[in-house]
Structure formats: C-alpha cells, structure tokens
C-alpha cells in the first residue's frame, strides 16, 4: 500500500513541475491575463472588439424583447422618482427602442440623445425612429462612452 500512495505521490510531483515549466509566471500574477500592449501601454479593454459585438448584435437584435423592457420600464420609474427635471436624455449604449416606449412623457423627458460605439447599431435605430412619430425628439450619436461628446449639464 505504502508504494502504491508513493507512486501517486511521485505523479503529484511531476504534474507539479510540468505546469510550473508550461505555464509562464506572469499568467499567475494578480493582474488580468487579457490585457495586451498597445503601443507600450497596457489595454485592458478592447474597444474594437466591443465594437464589433455590437455591430453583430444590431443584425441579431429584436423589435422588442420582455426582458429590455422591463429593464427599461424600471430604470425610468426610478427616474420619475426624482424631484427633478431632466428635459434631456442620453442613452449609452442601452436598448434605444425599449427605453423610447417606455419613457411616453415619463419623468419630462423632451429630447433623448442614443449613443452608441457601433454605427450599425445606431442605424437600427434610426431605422426604428423613421417607423413611429410619437416620442421625444431623438438624436443618434455614434461615439464612444469613455469620450462624451457633451457639454456638463
């Protein structure tokens, strides 16, 4: 029994050592394996890729979905819930259509802004805009959330 839980034991060791040469210390270190060098400078996040996700999910996306709009319909209750007004909206990235239905004269809102870092995500909603004429007046920004291209307040 003794040789048996020895053998196992020397297995152990070697797996050990294998994984210690096959796997390069930095891949254990406590920052994130995706970041990547770009140009000297560590990137964390790739804003292309997401980029692209979003134009493949502007092909991939619904009219409506019951989930958005409940998600929609919740974050505007919370709005209405605030003692201000906010006459303009901007939507980051966010489902256009779910929060355009839902907001109806909601919480005063009279312009809303969409911006999204995709430019087929932003034409599907242009695309949806041309569809209905009720609502507040829309403006489609493409641009990226981490650059706001508007003035404080």
Do not use: Q
Not at 87 to 111: D, F, M, N, T
């Amino acid at each position: 029994m003794a040789s048996g839980s020895s053998a196992a034991a020397r297995r152990l060791l070697l797996l050990r050592h294998r994984r210690r040469h096959l796997v390069p210390n930095h891949h254990f270190s406590s920052s994130s394996a995706d970041e990547v060098l770009d140009g000297g400078r560590v990137k964390i996040f790739d804003r292309d890729l997401k980029r692209r996700h979003r134009d493949r999910a502007a092909w991939a996306m619904r009219e409506t979905d019951p989930l958005v709009d409940a998600v929609a319909d919740n974050l505007l209750d919370r709005l209405e819930d605030c003692r201000k007004a906010f006459p303009s909206a901007l939507c980051l990235g966010g489902s256009a259509g779910a929060v355009r239905r839902s907001l109806r004269g909601r919480g005063g809102i009279e312009k809303l802004t969409m911006m999204d870092m995709s430019v087929d995500m932003v034409n599907k909603w242009r695309e949806l805009e041309s569809a209905t004429d009720d609502g507040p007046e829309m403006n489609f920004i493409v641009g990226d959330e981490e650059y706001l291209p508007m003035k404080e307040k």
